[in-house]
C-alpha cells in the first residue's frame, strides 16, 4: 500500500523568532524534530520581504534536511533574487508560489493565464533546470482546466494545488463536493502527464480528512496548522518542567 507523503511547512517557527528578533525557537531544531518523528521533507518559504524564514535559514535546514536524507522543498516568488539563491543552494525541490507584499500568507495559484506572467515563469523553470539539473519544480496553482493545461507546457515535475479555499469552506461548514471534483478532475490531468500531484495551503487535522479519502494527492505540505496544535501539545509538558526547575530552588531566607 502507498501513503501520501507530509511535507512539514516551518515557516511559523521562524514567524515566532522573528516577532521577537530572538534566536529561538530555531528552525533547524524544528526541522530536525519534524524529520525524526517521520515527516517525508521539510518546507520554508523564503519570502520577498523576509518576513519568517531568513537567508541564513535556507542553507541550516538543507543541512538538516541532508543529514537525515531526506528532501528540502523551497518555496519562492520567481524574482531573479530567488532564482539566484535557489540555484546556489540546489534544494532538492523548488515549489515557485505567487508573491504579494501585503497578503498576509499565500492567497493564491500563479496566473499562467497572463502572457506575461506565462513568459516569466517558463523563463524561471527552464533557468533553474538549466543550472540546477537536480532540482524539481512545481508550480502552485488553482485546480482550474486551463490553469493545469498550461503547467503541462512548462518543465516542471509536479504541481502543487492550492487548497485555502477548500479549507475556508471546510471550517465553515459549506459544501466541498466543487473543489473535491475539481482536484479529481485535474488529478487525472496531471497523472496521465507523469507529473506529481501535490496540495497545501490551509489544511487542518480534520479538513485533511475528505482529501485523503479522495486519495489523489500524493504529497501535502502543512505547516500554520501544525505549528498552532503544536503549542497545545507542548504546552503542559514545558509548564510542568519549569514548574519542576522552580521546585528544586526553594526560595531563600523564607520558612
Ligand atoms: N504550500 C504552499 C505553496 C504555501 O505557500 C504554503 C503557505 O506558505 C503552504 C503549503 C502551507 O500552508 P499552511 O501554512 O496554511 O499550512
Keep these: 500500500m502507498k501513503f501520501a507523503r507530509l511535507g512539514v511547512n516551518i515557516d511559523h517557527v521562524a514567524t515566532l523568532r522573528q516577532q521577537r528578533g530572538e534566536f529561538y525557537p530555531s528552525v533547524a531544531r524544528a526541522a530536525e524534530v519534524s524529520l525524526a518523528t517521520g515527516a517525508h521533507q521539510i518546507t520554508i518559504h523564503l519570502r520577498e520581504d ?10 541550516e535546514v538543507h543541512a538538516v534536511c541532508r543529514h537525515i536524507g531526506k528532501p528540502l522543498n523551497l518555496e519562492m516568488g520567481a524574482s531573479d533574487e530567488m532564482i539566484a539563491i535557489a540555484v546556489k543552494e540546489r534544494p532538492d ?17 500563479l496566473d499562467l493565464v497572463d502572457p506575461v506572467n506565462y513568459a516569466r515563469l517558463a523563463a524561471a523553470c527552464a ?26 507546457t512548462l518543465k516542471i515535475d509536479a504541481v502543487e494545488i492550492h487548497t485555502g479555499d477548500f479549507a475556508r469552506d471546510f471550517l465553515e461548514k459549506k459544501s466541498l463536493l466543487h473543489h473535491l471534483e475539481r482536484y479529481k478532475k485535474g488529478s487525472l490531468l496531471i497523472k496521465q502527464a507523469g507529473l ?3 496540495a497545501g495551503h490551509g489544511l487542518t487535522f ?12 500524493e504529497e501535502y505540505n502543512i505547516g500554520h496548522w501544525i505549528v498552532a496544535e503544536s ?21 531563600k531566607g523564607s520558612l
Design 127 to 152: 533557468s533553474i533546470k538549466d543550472s540546477s539539473p537536480s532540482t524539481k519544480i512545481s508550480l502552485f496553482v488553482e485546480a482550474s482546466d486551463e490553469v493545469l493545461r498550461r503547467c503541462l
Design 196 to 198: 506529481g500531484y501535490h
Design 206 to 217: 480534520d479538513s485533511l480528512v475528505p482529501l485523503l479519502q479522495e486519495g489523489d494527492f
Design 50 to 59: 523576509r518576513r519568517h524564514i531568513q537567508d541564513r535559514d535556507v542553507p
Design 231 to 251: 503549542v497545545f501539545i507542548g504546552l503542559g509538558h514545558v509548564v510542568k518542567e519549569l514548574l519542576t526547575l522552580i521546585n528544586q530552588h526553594p526560595l
Design 93 to 109: 525541490w523548488v515549489c515557485l508560489v505567487p508573491e504579494k507584499r501585503q497578503e498576509r500568507t499565500t492567497e493564491g495559484g
